[in-house]
């Protein structure tokens, strides 16, 4: 996985927390999905991305040489 992927994935989870707090401000539902789902599932995305953000710059090879300076 490229890092634009995981920079992609925490970006739609933030998307998601951001519709999610309109819902909740508003006080507005679509059928099942409210704002405290959009918050959950935005939040559920964002760890993800964040996840995969790191796990990239641990893996890194330049990474790695930086740290051994």
Do not use: E, W
């Amino acid at each position: 996985m490229k890092t634009k992927y995981a920079i992609m994935i925490f970006l739609v989870g933030l998307l998601i927390n951001l519709f999610g707090a309109l819902l909740k401000i508003t006080h507005f539902s679509f059928g099942p999905l409210n704002g405290n789902i959009c918050l959950t599932v935005g939040s559920i995305v964002q760890g993800l991305g964040i996840l995969l953000i790191i796990f990239k710059v641990l893996t890194n090879q330049r990474f790695k040489d930086f740290l051994n300076k």
